[in-house]
């Protein structure tokens, strides 16, 4: 089963965004400014939504745990995930070390999980069910008798850096700055 666990809050404010961002453009054109610099701000602050607050979230799958956030995307074999703590939020803990996840930073965090093919919506979650439902796939470590096995197949842990999204960030903000100062 596919699970994607969400930050509905985070989501709304991006639609509010959206809205924010289409309705800056007629205003910005009644205004009598120069119209090739009214959309900028607009796409800025679309893009700024997309990025940081519709698109992050955690996919749980039967083969690995996925964590999209603002800069990149982890994807971890269930065998490597040692612990989720919940103290400030959700963190995963693997033997790369804590990762913190973007959508659940507070321990207050109000979350859903949509599971692929059940019908009906979204469960609600505060973040001790989240991170037990995070949990609930991670196998029990393997009790070793005797010394360690001659081979041993690797448990991959990908880091996919959102470059495009990182250098969007940086020249969207340029000009949107450059355009709200001719505005």
């Known amino acids: 089963m596919h699970t994607t666990i969400v930050a509905p809050g985070l989501r709304r404010l991006a639609l509010v965004l959206w809205v924010v ?4 453009v007629p205003l ?3 205004g009598g ?6 959309p900028v701000p607009s796409i800025c602050i679309a893009f700024v939504a997309w990025a940081a607050l519709w698109r992050p979230r955690i996919e749980l799958t ?4 996925r964590i999209v956030d603002v800069r990149r995307t982890s994807t971890y074999t269930w065998s490597r995930v040692t612990e989720v703590r919940i103290k400030y939020g959700i963190e995963v803990v693997s033997s790369e070390g ?4 973007w959508i659940a930073t507070r321990p207050t965090a109000r979350l859903t999980a949509q599971v692929q093919g059940r019908p009906g919506g979204p469960d609600h979650l505060d973040v001790d069910a989240a991170a037990a439902l995070v949990l609930a796939p991670v196998p029990a470590p393997a009790p070793q008798d005797g010394p360690p096995p001659a081979t041993v ?3 991959p842990i990908t880091h996919r850096v959102h470059g495009w999204t990182i250098l969007a ?3 969207l903000g340029i000009a949107a700055s450059l355009a ?4």
């Open 21 to 24: 961002a289409v309705a800056l």
């Open 28 to 30: 910005a054109l009644l």
């Open 33 to 38: 400014s120069n119209p090739w610099l009214v």
């Open 62 to 65: 039967p083969d690995h745990l």
């Open 98 to 101: 804590v990762r913190r996840v």
């Open 153 to 155: 197949v690797a448990a």
């Open 169 to 171: 960030f940086v020249v």
């Open 180 to 183: 709200a100062a001719r505005l």
